[in-house]
């Protein structure tokens, strides 16, 4: 497969994958929304942050070094397809034994919720964890399927599963919300079964086909999902096992730095259950963009890094044309996020108090709320450019390189613990957004330095995707500051038609703003129009 079709492939992937983002934030912040007016802060404190973060660690910790192991550098050319099934049906044990061990540290280790608010939580406990196992049956199911860019399958796939998720917890919450914690438990339980039901159902209809037969695909019976030992063969690549133990220990820390703010809130205690439940509101509803357009875009260009770049080789080594390719996409990217980033930033600072008052109501306007939501507007930001960044650096560095990087990220996880458990008693809720910047902007520095370094002897300066014009930056200027007047004047405690006024306000300085970055920013624009949304690329190609 050449660069330019491991690049449409990895659009395509992007594209879907926003649009799947989308679907599972707006259902998500309208069934929070709706749970709300059901259900105790508290027990959604516990839900959303404890035995979410339960679920989350059982299988980052179990899956995500696998993921990047055996989708670095084309594994289906590189290493027998026959030993990458085997060595990740090894998620499974894994999982089980990271799910006895967090189960028994939720139950015993950690303080037990008030029963009277949040009733069943040993049950809860054991079923979230469950859920976090039976997802796994799907992992090489889900390996083959993104190697292969099966997109639409995992459009299909999660969409259904979310569907189903939100059914059964509307259902539950509105004819028996005396349940309790029952209801997130088999809602949980619903969507990863839905998983491995939709994985399951179209590997089985597809092996074998004369669909099969003529993509070449490497399997051919249901029988080869199984681990099994091929004649000749290892029963698993050693160099891979290897690769897969580095990213490991980096997916250890990265978890720690990605959920930090959880482990101190459930470790420390550091927040009531209640004051846990609206952080985390507040952080879904600023961390939407984030989530269903920034992480997409970054799973599927490591996807399209790693199989173009020959990790842990410089530039003049490898083919010139796959470099200037994946150097023309990463400054495209990094400038991309980047003007969402300021645009968020910008305007999150003005809207934050209004959004929060039309969506909880004065539950989540009043108090730290409005503060929360407006730095974690400027943390987004960080966000976005480290998401890419790190996409690169991860999908072209050496094991050895990926080995280094581990003590880096042992120093940013400690230094983030420290920082979030200090900044939470000096600042409250918001030292968890103040903490999460300050590693973040470390990261990226980090990460600016090594793509600096890689591209250093040749002609490719992808860099400067992180410098937006002087236009722009003028334009978002003025915006911050016409639309931080128009809501000390119009929000938001005079009616609806000030508001509606105050909106305006925000709605003309985006088109302005827009206007700015049409007129200065015309190949980040072919690129958004070219390679993320299909009916462009078509009409181009």
């Known amino acids: 497969m050449s660069s330019e079709d491991v690049l449409q492939n990895a659009s395509r992937l992007a594209s879907y994958n926003v649009l799947l983002q989308v679907m599972f934030r707006v259902l998500t912040f309208l069934l929070n929304a709706f749970t709300l007016r059901f259900v105790s802060k508290e027990l959604i404190g516990v839900v959303n942050v404890r035995l979410t973060?339960?679920?989350?660690?059982?299988?980052?910790?179990?899956?995500?070094?696998?993921?990047?192991?055996?989708?670095?550098?084309?594994?289906?050319?590189?290493?027998?397809?026959?030993?990458?099934?085997?060595?990740?049906?090894?998620?499974?044990?894994?999982?089980?034994?990271?799910?006895?061990?967090?189960?028994?540290?939720?139950?015993?280790?950690?303080?037990?919720?008030?029963?009277?608010?949040?009733?069943?939580?040993?049950?809860?406990?054991?079923?979230?964890?469950?859920?976090?196992?039976?997802?796994?049956?799907?992992?090489?199911?889900?390996?083959?399927?993104?190697?292969?860019?099966?997109?639409?399958?995992?459009?299909?796939?999660?969409?259904?599963?979310?569907?189903?998720?939100?059914?059964?917890?509307?259902?539950?919450?509105?004819?028996?919300?005396?349940?309790?914690?029952?209801?997130?438990?088999?809602?949980?339980?619903?969507?990863?079964?839905?998983?491995?039901?939709?994985?399951?159902?179209?590997?089985?209809?597809?092996?074998g086909s004369k669909e099969a037969e003529k993509?070449?695909?490497?399997?051919?019976?249901?029988?080869?999902?199984?681990?099994?030992?091929?004649?000749?063969?290892?029963?698993?690549?050693?160099?891979?096992?290897?690769?897969?133990?580095?990213?490991?220990?980096?997916?250890?820390?990265?978890?720690?730095?990605?959920?930090g703010e959880r482990y101190v809130m459930t470790f420390l205690n550091v927040l009531s259950f209640g004051d846990q439940g609206v952080y985390d509101i507040v952080?879904?509803?600023?961390?939407?963009?984030?989530?269903?357009?920034?992480?997409?875009?970054?799973?599927?260009?490591?996807?399209?890094?790693?199989?173009?770049?020959?990790?842990?080789?410089?530039?003049?080594?490898?083919?010139?044309?796959?470099?200037?390719?994946a150097a023309d996409v990463l400054e495209c990217l990094l400038k991309l996020v980047l003007v969402i980033g300021l645009i968020i930033t910008v305007f999150g600072y003005a809207f934050s108090h209004l959004a929060l008052d039309i969506y909880g109501g004065s539950l989540l306007s009043s108090g730290a709320g409005p503060t929360l939501l407006r730095c974690y507007s400027s943390y987004v930001l960080l966000l976005a450019v480290n998401g890419i960044t790190e996409c690169f650096v991860f999908a072209a560095m050496s094991q050895k390189e990926v080995d280094k990087y581990n003590l880096v990220m042992l120093a940013l996880s400690v230094s983030f613990l420290l920082l979030s458990y200090w900044l939470t008693w000096w600042a409250g809720a918001v030292g968890f957004i103040l903490a999460n910047c300050l590693n973040m902007g470390l990261r990226i520095l980090h990460s600016v330095l090594y793509i600096h370094r890689y591209f250093q002897s040749s002609q490719w300066k992808p860099l400067r995707g992180l410098l937006p014009s002087p236009l722009l930056l003028l334009a978002l200027a003025v915006s911050g500051g016409v639309t931080a007047f128009s809501e000390s004047v119009f929000c938001c405690d005079s009616g609806w038609l000030p508001r509606m006024v105050h909106i305006?306000?925000?709605?003309?300085?985006?088109?302005?703003?827009?206007?700015?970055?049409?007129?200065?920013?015309?190949?980040?624009?072919?690129?958004?129009?070219?390679?993320?949304?299909?009916?462009?690329?078509?009409?181009h190609s």
């Open 53 to 207: 973060l339960l679920y989350s660690t059982l299988v980052f910790l179990s899956r995500e070094a696998f993921r990047r192991a055996c989708l670095s550098g084309g594994s289906g050319t590189n290493h027998s397809w026959r030993q990458v099934i085997n060595l990740l049906w090894l998620t499974l044990p894994l999982g089980v034994l990271w799910a006895s061990l967090l189960v028994c540290v939720w139950l015993w280790l950690l303080e037990v919720p008030d029963p009277q608010s949040v009733p069943y939580y040993g049950p809860a406990v054991v079923l979230f964890a469950l859920s976090g196992v039976q997802e796994l049956l799907a992992e090489p199911l889900w390996v083959l399927a993104q190697a292969h860019m099966f997109v639409r399958l995992k459009v299909v796939a999660e969409s259904l599963a979310m569907i189903a998720k939100c059914s059964v917890t509307v259902a539950l919450v509105v004819s028996a919300p005396e349940w309790g914690l029952y209801i997130f438990s088999a809602a949980h339980l619903v969507y990863t079964g839905f998983l491995v039901l939709c994985y399951g159902v179209y590997f089985i209809r597809f092996l």
């Open 215 to 259: 993509k070449s695909f490497p399997l051919s019976c249901v029988g080869d999902l199984l681990p099994c030992r091929a004649e000749g063969e290892a029963l698993i690549d050693w160099t891979l096992a290897r690769l897969t133990w580095s990213f490991f220990k980096q997916s250890f820390l990265k978890q720690i730095l990605t959920e």
């Open 283 to 325: 952080n879904n509803l600023g961390s939407m963009v984030a989530r269903f357009i920034f992480l997409p875009i970054e799973e599927s260009f490591y996807i399209f890094f790693a199989k173009v770049l020959e990790r842990g080789r410089d530039v003049r080594s490898q083919k010139q044309e796959d470099v200037a390719i």
């Open 504 to 539: 305006g306000v925000g709605a003309v300085s985006l088109l302005c703003v827009i206007v700015a970055v049409l007129l200065t920013e015309s190949r980040m624009i072919q690129f958004v129009r070219t390679q993320l949304f299909p009916q462009y690329r078509k009409k």
